[in-house]
């Protein structure tokens, strides 16, 4: 005879390895054998959900990427990516997004005006005995 | 150019790569103790503080002639220059304060100033690593490429330099960890 207590526990494991996931999975909405309350907007109304298995796919798909368009114009680039460059708020990704920008401003490649810390402690010292 | 050589900047140390120190020794060997740094007529800082303000004169005016004033080009090179002298100005702040409050606990002048420059450098080092080794990627005779090079790496630099002055130097976790 089986133990009830084992079976719960065992149970209970397997709903943790494998969540009951429903049939129709909505935007937005957990996807698991509990699904969010229907009190619950997520920030939006019901009927701005997205429903996964209707037909329209490319129609949903150009929704959620105007919803990532959204997001992106509300968070900065520069501020948003650890790898940008943030001083003043350039948001280079990488040396290619820097170079292109000196193409076009700094075109007689006149890297010495732009300085830091380092290059302004050696000009400074060259005047010292 | 030639700041691509070393770290940390050779008015403070003529010393490439680690070397050992004495427990007391200043870790800047041109800046040997506090009266080195901060003596009125003739320390470190104040001949700092003065070549700094010339240079930013200076500097301010080749901008204005190089670049088209409102270019992009014209402000990014401004701003670099403000906030490079900002940066300078904040760093040797964090050097009298953190002595001062070394002193303050009790610790000797040779100790304090041992401590106090071992951030210090850290902090160097941390704002030469964007820097350090690039002169090697420079194709000579190519003034694009070197000028590139030189531009990714200042941009990369100043973004170490805000890390470290918007949490005032000290509360820097680089800080914290050479501490430990």
Redesign the interface.
Known sequence: MANPVDNSIHGSLQERQEPRRNSTALFGQSATGNPLPESFTGGRTQNDAILLDESDTGLKVARVEHQVDLIKQKVPVAKSDEHAIRFADLGFQSSSDSNAWLEIELQNHQSGLIVDAHMMSLRTSTAWP | M??FDNKV???SSTIKGHHVLRNNSSYFDSIISHSDWADIATGFKM??QT??A??SNS?GE??DQ??TIS???H???H???T???A??TG?IQFIDDYYCELSKAKFGAEKAWHVTTRLAKRV?DE??TP?HGVQNSFRVGD??Q???????A??????V??SFSSLSFKNHPSIATELV
């Open positions: 030639t700041s900047p050779k008015y001949r700092l070549s700094l010339e240079f500097h080749l901008i190089a670049a270019s992009k080009a402000s990014l090179a701003s670099s220059l906030k490079s002298v940066w300078i760093f160097l704002v030469g820097r003034s694009s070197i000028c590139q090079q030189i531009f990714w200042v941009l990369r630099s100043h973004d330099m805000t």
